[in-house]
Nanobody, 118 residues
């Protein structure tokens, strides 16, 4: 059974940083584009960042561009999200998402809570 397990969430003050990680198992990680999404209370889930399966290209939502950075380690089957200059509006549950263009399969993690508050 494929698993995506996020970690690294928590409570941080405005202006602070957090690094989220998503460890995958039973997944041919190197053929999956990896993304992060988030969902704030009362809002729809929104796209945050994507990194292609080769790691050669990234894309970000305008709301996080210049503050967040996505990266992947294909040897460790892990994708990370470095979040800097955090704002209260970044408070949400953050989800890891994997999708293979070749196979058409997609998977979600269970989410990790990020709370930005003083």
């Amino acid at each position: 059974q494929v698993q995506l397990v996020e970690s690294g969430g928590g409570l941080v003050q405005p202006g602070g940083s957090l690094r989220l990680s998503c460890r995958t198992s039973r997944l041919t990680f190197s053929i999956y584009d990896m993304s992060w999404y988030r969902q704030a209370p009362g809002k729809e889930r929104e796209f945050i960042a994507l990194i292609t399966y080769t790691g050669g290209s990234t894309n970000y939502a305008d709301s996080v561009k210049g503050r967040f950075a996505i990266s992947r380690d294909n040897a460790k089957n892990t994708v990370s999200l470095q979040m800097n200059s955090l704002k209260p509006e970044d408070t949400a549950v953050y989800y890891c998402y994997a999708k293979s263009r070749v196979l058409g399969y997609e998977y979600w993690g269970q989410g990790t809570q990020v709370t930005v508050s003083s």
